[in-house]
């Protein structure tokens, strides 16, 4: 009996004990080839000789110290690195240790921000059903998945209001186009606002590509450009949360940069260290700093373990590597391969309904009739048992079920590692192939 409170106390996972680039090697001496980097966290994979002595030449050298006596050279280099250029005009990085904690960081730095500018009426918050932002209780607050909100319903603040999703797949209607569709959302967003009173909103949030809630959820052209335009309008901040998509997973550093606009703070975490160490982080803009700066001179928030040096030595190690070798440029090749070889393994299997994604970050949302889309019963846990038959073909995948409403629905989501090669892609398709056909089968 294992003293660990696993994810569920009916079963324990398998136990891993090693693990060298692509692959972790269990207890019972299989080796897995890893399809999706954890959560979309592994983004070198296992093993990477220049992360590991980063880490221990920063235990060597400081391994811990307190950022209201000191700072360290590994969180100065690390802000440092991510924010030379100013990308989009962020100017400044705040480090924390996990995605949570950065959408944490990211609310109550837009609030305070508007105490700043002498706004103090911004309270509210606007983000999307179906979206995940985290597990405190602040980011599930602003989280939309009915599912993981209902148990903590009574503990989460009203602050959060929910507007659609931007998911063409299952919420487009027939009779529209794209523009149409984004039309539609914007103006739906934009009635969230004069329903709250424009001057009480502090900001919108929403991961810019929607992670795991949905599967590799992209945007319809023109979507953000149209949510940015109502914020401006209306003198609200953009937060985006690209914890799970950002950090080069989907083939540029920021997922905004490939929808045309640039949020006023962005939260970043899993791609950041790689899982090397426990990091997350905000990037915030240069307008926002210069209203701390002008106003109270501090952000009132803080955790112990911010800036860690350690954490942020592993995540300087990663990020130069990606620089280094040019991950991005491999993560948009390999990308290409996964959705080409998904679509010739998967793409007229009756029980796919739709394959989608960008860059390494892809889904698979496996239905029980193509034709009318229509899911699984939840109960025949459709997407937990591909993810059992992946693992008997030796392969890892992240499963997720309620994609639809929190309740119905299934997708696969696929996330390798930025090292990936064209015979994993290759293997990764056709061994994901065989667990669809062996899982939707029986
Ligand atoms: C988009 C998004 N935001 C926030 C989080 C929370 O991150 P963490 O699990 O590190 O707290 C996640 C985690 O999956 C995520 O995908």
């Known amino acids: 009996m294992s003293r660990l409170l696993h994810r569920t106390l009916h079963a324990d996972p398998p136990l891993a004990v090693g693990g060298s680039g692509m692959w972790i090697r269990t207890a019972d001496g299989r080796d897995i080839l890893d399809g999706c980097g954890g959560a979309a966290v592994a983004c070198l994979g296992q093993g990477n000789a220049a992360v590991r002595a980063a880490i221990t030449a920063q235990l060597d050298a400081v391994a811990y110290v307190h950022t209201g006596l000191f700072t360290n050279a590994a969180a100065e280099e690390l802000a440092e690195l991510v924010l030379q250029d100013e990308p989009g005009g962020l100017s400044h990085a705040f480090f924390v240790s996990s995605g949570s904690e950065a959408m944490e960081a990211a609310i109550k730095l837009a609030r305070q921000y508007f105490l700043e500018v002498g706004q103090p009426r911004r309270t509210r918050f606007i983000a999307r059903r179906m979206s995940y932002h985290g597990n405190t209780l602040g980011a599930l607050a602003a989280g939309g998945n009915p599912m993981r909100r209902a148990p903590y319903a009574p503990l989460l603040s009203d602050a959060f209001s929910h507007v659609s999703p931007a998911f063409a797949y299952r919420h487009k209607r027939d009779d529209e186009d794209e523009a149409q569709y984004v039309t539609r959302l914007a103006t739906e967003l934009e009635a969230e606002f004069q329903r709250l009173g424009p001057e009480n909103v502090a900001a919108f949030c929403a991961e810019t590509v929607v992670g795991a809630t949905t599967g590799c959820v992209t945007a319809p052209e023109g979507y953000f450009r149209a949510v940015r335009d109502v914020c401006d309008r209306h003198g609200a901040l953009l937060v985006l949360d690209e914890v799970m998509c950002g950090m080069g997973r989907t083939g540029t550093m920021h997922a905004w940069e490939q929808e045309g606009v640039v949020p006023d703070i962005q939260a970043v975490a899993k791609g950041l260290g790689g899982g090397y160490q426990p990091i997350g982080g905000i990037l915030i803009g240069r307008k926002v700093i210069e209203a701390l700066r002008a106003g109270s001179g501090g952000f009132m928030h803080g955790h112990t373990y911010q800036?860690?040096?350690?954490?942020?030595?592993?995540?300087?190690?990663?990020?130069?590597?990606?620089?280094?070798?040019?991950?991005?440029?491999?993560?948009?090749?390999?990308?290409?391969?996964l959705a080409s070889a998904l679509t010739e393994r998967l793409g007229n299997h009756r029980h796919v309904g739709d394959i989608r994604g960008r860059g390494l970050f892809w889904a698979v949302e496996i239905v029980r009739n193509r034709g009318d889309k229509a899911a699984f019963e939840p109960v025949l846990a459709m997407s937990q048992r591909v993810k059992e038959a992946a693992f008997r073909h030796g392969l890892a995948i992240y499963p997720m079920g309620g994609t639809i409403d929190g309740e119905h629905g299934d997708h696969i989501l696929l996330a390798p590692p930025y090292i990936t090669t064209a015979t994993d892609i290759d293997a990764i398709a056709s061994r994901l192939g065989d667990a669809v056909d062996e899982a939707t089968a029986a």
């Not at 030595?313 to 991950?327: E, T």
């Open 307 to 337: 800036a860690h040096p350690v954490a942020c030595a592993a995540a300087v190690a990663v990020q130069k590597v990606i620089r280094h070798n040019n991950l991005l440029e491999n993560v948009r090749d390999m990308g290409a391969r």
